[in-house]
């Protein structure tokens, strides 16, 4: 009988595909999500799920009605299609059209809308009749300022129910407010804690192992790098106004269509232990994956770095310098243009530049690169995944290989 060893030998596995073979092979499959991106029920635009009453199962949850991609699936317990979930919008809007995609295998027969501005009394917007088709359905409303949306699946055709989208169009009237995950929560049941530092986080969350995460604020999205074990991967979450809930989707090694985990949803809990340090996720990240976003470094309007509120992020950065030559590569794959999105790249880029040399930081071993969305990673279906890839990463040197 052959080892182990001997029989993975004369396998001959396939080495890992490249970057550019992973875009080549998923890039033709991508969905158009230009609808979605204008949607106030987006992930990426700081939308969250307040509360659900119930869903197939947790990659299947209420949050893919909201998660960018025109092609994921909300699914209701067979036999309970009437189902209602609650969405927080990152701000006050004003709400012009609401509407869902259901898919015509297991169609939506009739959905309701309500909105409210403070998620406690809720309004009724309007009654949505749909056909037994793909796409999505639309409705003109009576323009409605509302800060949640409660959207019910009223009646279904079978028993059986999968949405794609919950759709909200119109215009935010105010910026986002500032959202705060410092605290102690229950995820998916489970105990979690997060330590803010301006808009850096430090967190872990205990699923069984323990997985540690560590990421920032963007002003609408708490990104997060994780490790748990071997594993590793991105964490996008969002919450509401008051900071009261989280949800939020995984993804294990990138932001990639084909490692995307089960969906995550938290409310606040007390504390039962005090907070203590944990691993570097940082470096682990960088160690393991040879690249590493800082999502702790905040950017404002004008692209220029908010130093006050990345100084944790700062101090890790230079940390990384000290130890290693690296590549810091500025992405931003969310404008309307490529040459826009490398514009805004390189702004950014600059603004740490001078950040990084007023510290008097060793700069002797640390190249730029200002990249846009050229020579992305992997293939980008929904904004959140854009969301995710925009940003500076920190890259090793020692480590590069074609790209």
């Not at 800060?147 to 999968?162: C, F, H, I, K, P």
């Not at 909200?168 to 229950?186: M, T, V």
């Not at 986080?201 to 790098?225: I, N, P, S």
């Not at 393991?288 to 890790?316: C, I, M, T």
Request: hydrophobic share 40%.
């Amino acid at each position: 009988m052959l080892s182990a060893a001997s029989a993975c030998e004369k396998l001959q596995l396939p080495p890992k595909p490249n970057p550019a073979q992973v875009r080549k092979a998923h890039i033709e499959q991508a969905p158009d999500d230009s609808v979605e991106r204008r949607n106030l029920l987006n992930i990426a635009r700081g939308a969250a799920v307040v509360s659900r009453t119930a869903e197939m199962s947790l990659e299947n949850s209420a949050l893919r009605t909201i998660d960018g991609d025109p092609t994921s699936d909300w699914f209701t317990p067979t036999g309970d299609t009437q189902q209602t979930i609650t969405y927080s919008l990152a701000a006050r809007s004003r709400i012009v059209s609401v509407g869902v995609s259901s898919s015509p295998k297991f169609p939506a027969k009739t959905v309701l809308f309500e909105t409210s501005l403070d998620g406690k009394q809720f309004t009724q917007l309007t009654s949505l009749p749909l056909d037994v088709r793909a796409g999505d359905q639309m409705i003109n409303v009576p323009p409605v300022e509302a800060s949640y949306v409660r959207m019910t699946t009223a009646e279904s055709y079978g028993v059986n129910l999968d949405l794609r989208v919950v759709h909200a169009q119109g215009a935010e009237l105010e910026q986002p407010a500032r959202r705060s995950i410092d605290g102690c929560w229950a995820i998916n049941t489970f105990p979690a804690a997060f330590t803010e530092r301006g808009a850096s986080a430090y967190g872990w969350f205990d699923q069984r192992e323990r997985m540690w995460l560590q990421g920032g604020f963007d002003g609408r999205v708490w990104r997060f790098l994780w490790i748990r074990g071997p594993q590793f991967g991105l964490v996008a979450l969002t919450m509401p106004p008051d900071s009261s809930h989280l949800s939020g989707l995984k993804w294990f090694e990138d932001a990639d269509p084909y490692k995307i985990g089960d969906s995550l949803f938290g409310d606040r809990r007390e504390c039962a232990e005090p907070q203590s340090p944990g691993p570097d996720v940082l470096t682990t990240f960088l160690d393991r994956q040879h690249w590493a976003p800082l999502y702790g470094l905040r950017f404002d309007d004008a692209n220029q770095l908010v130093v006050n509120e990345s100084e944790a992020a700062l101090k890790e950065l230079a940390k990384l310098i000290a130890t290693r030559p690296v590549r810091l590569v500025s992405r931003e794959m969310r404008g309307a243009t490529a040459l826009a999105d490398r514009q805004v790249s390189q702004l950014r880029l600059n603004s740490l530049k001078v950040e990084l040399t007023r510290r008097h930081v060793d700069l002797s071993r640390v190249t730029y690169a200002a990249l846009g969305r050229d020579q992305f990673r992997t293939a980008v279906w929904s904004e959140i995944m854009r969301t995710l890839q925009s940003a500076i990463e920190v890259e090793d040197n020692r480590a590069r290989g074609p790209q």
